[in-house]
Structure formats: C-alpha cells, structure tokens
C-alpha cells in the first residue's frame, strides 16, 4: 500500500547571493524556501521514533548550509540545485518545492518559481551547467538601485 503522507516546511528564510544584476553580486538577499516529501508516517506514528521518519530537522539544515553557500543568479537554478540534493542525499521519490525572493519586483511581495523533480529526473540527466560556456558568462553589469530597505556597500 502507498502512503500519501507529506512533510512539509514552509517559510524557511535563508540569506544568499542570488541574482544577476551587479549589486545582486555583492549583497545576499533573502529567499523564502517552502518544501513537500514524500513519507510514509505509519511506522513512526506506532513507535513514536524519529529514526522511523524522515527527519525534516535534517533536512532543513542542509538546505540551509547549501543555500547559505551558494552564488546563483537565478532562483530556478536554486531550487532545481536544492531539489537534486535533496533527492540524493535524504532518499525521497520527489519533492514539491517553492523559492521564494521577497522584494523582487516593485508592487509584488515576492516572485518565485515552484517546482517538482523525481528520482527519474536524477537519472535522466541534469540541465547543462550554469558555467557551461553554451550558456554565455553570464557576466552581465545592469546596475539598477536595490529593492527598498536593502543596503548597499559603498564603492
């Protein structure tokens, strides 16, 4: 029998380099991360265990130790990255994940970009690499001012 059972994390804040315009660059910003797995909760419900569920403490902390590292000027990149991780090293068949850049755009609250992957996804291949040289540098110097509130180093 399949279990329809999920646990979720929502509203997960982590600051991050993440952007493509050059004052992006220089200062993390925060994303909003909301996450779903797949769990089959039965045998931990009977013995009340931790090690008989998917520890979303775990989880947690690891996507935030990678999104605190990580430079990305796209938040697709971010959350197909986080995605991928999160199916190899925690062992799920998919996840349902939302990233989430508060502020982004003037008059919006927050823009994102929600997806999901499979395990099939990780066979299949991943998309080319964000430094592939098919893709351009990327190295790109629109300078436009920072949402309100954010401040910016002086050069």
Request: glycine share 6%; with cysteine; net charge negative.
């Amino acid at each position: 029998m399949t279990s329809s059972d999920r646990i979720f994390l929502r509203g997960l804040s982590v600051d991050c380099i993440i952007g493509f315009i050059d004052w992006e660059r220089r200062i993390k910003q925060t994303v909003v991360i909301d996450i779903e797995l797949p769990v089959d909760c039965r045998q931990a419900a009977i013995t009340d265990e931790v090690a008989d569920t998917l520890d979303y403490k775990k989880v947690s902390k690891r996507i935030i130790a990678f999104v605190e590292g990580s430079q990305f000027k796209l938040v697709e990149t971010l959350a197909h990255k986080i995605a991928m991780l999160v199916l190899e090293e925690f062992r799920v068949e998919w996840v349902r994940l939302s990233v989430n850049k508060p502020g982004a755009i003037r008059g919006s609250r927050d823009v994102g970009i929600t997806l999901q992957r499979t395990r099939e996804d990780m066979e299949q291949g991943k998309p080319q690499d964000a430094n592939d040289e098919t893709l351009g540098s990327g190295d790109i110097t629109v300078d436009f001012a920072p949402p309100p509130g954010v401040l910016t180093p002086q050069t």
